[in-house]
T-cell receptor, first 110, second 117 residues
Framework: AQSVTQLGSHVSVSEGALVLLRCNYS??????LFWYVQYPNQGLQLLLK??????LVKGINGFEAEFKKSETSFHLTKPSAHMSDAAEYFC????????FGTGTRLTIIP | DAGVIQSPRHEVTEMGQEVTLRCKPI?????LFWYRQTMMRGLELLIY????????DSGMPEDRFSAKMPNASFSTLKIQPSEPRDSAVYFC???????????????FGQGTRLTVV
């Protein structure tokens, strides 16, 4: 069975600082990996997805993620945090159906 | 397209009552998913359909929960009778098979916040 583990349920960074949200996956086959963002009282919105075309994936709002098979990781990064990035972020794995991680709440410190 | 549409956005009901949540997927999408989100359990897949046929309902917590998809543009999730522990946000999502063995992403609705008192 495929699964993902998100390290850190809460992450706080200062405005302008690097954002790093961690995700490790478990899959017996090459996985499809996704990062979603959820703003308060909203549904989930896709940030980016990995489908084996390229290991470095660029998404919306300046986010990117790098697929590292040797580390079974798919960490999400953004060079400079904005206040508007405050939200909950979910890593997910799957093809026909998605299995989500437990989420990481990102807080931006002014 | 208006995206995935769920109704109602909020539902407050008394324990023992029947609750019906509704979802209209994005036109042309052939997969539909029902998820439940709680603080304790995170996002759980309850059931999903492909071409209106239920494929996997192993996430449905109890027989009190049932889901139907009578046509490509409508699905319901019903809880009968409802209990306080069913209080959660229920999301509907839809997607389509991208072909060549890889998947497109799931598009989520705004969710229905259910409170059972």
């Amino acid at each position: 069975a495929q699964s993902v583990t998100q390290l850190g349920s809460h992450v706080s960074v200062s405005e302008g600082a690097l954002v790093l949200l961690r995700c490790n996956y478990s899959s017996s086959v090459p996985p499809y990996l996704f990062w979603y963002v959820q703003y308060p009282n909203q549904g989930l919105q896709l940030l980016l997805k990995y489908t084996s075309a390229a290991t470095l994936v660029k998404g919306i709002n300046g986010f990117e993620a790098e697929f590292k098979k040797s580390e079974t990781s798919f960490h999400l990064t953004k060079p400079s945090a904005h206040m508007s990035d405050a939200a909950e972020y979910f890593c997910a794995v799957g093809d026909e159906k998605l299995t989500f991680g437990t989420g990481t709440r990102l807080t931006i410190i002014p | 397209d208006a995206g995935v549409i769920q109704s109602p956005r909020h539902e407050v009901t008394e324990m023992g009552q029947e609750v019906t949540l509704r979802c209209k997927p994005i036109s042309g999408h052939d997969y539909l998913f029902w998820y439940r989100q709680t603080m304790m359990r995170g996002l759980e897949l309850l059931i999903y359909f492909n071409n209106n046929v239920p494929i996997d309902d192993s996430g449905m917590p109890e027989d009190r929960f049932s889901a139907k998809m009578p046509n490509a543009s409508f699905s319901t999730l019903k809880i009968q009778p409802s209990e306080p522990r069913d209080s959660a946000v229920y999301f509907c999502a839809s997607s389509f098979e991208g072909g060549q063995g890889w998947s497109t992403e799931a598009f989520f609705g705004q969710g229905t916040r259910l409170t059972v008192v």
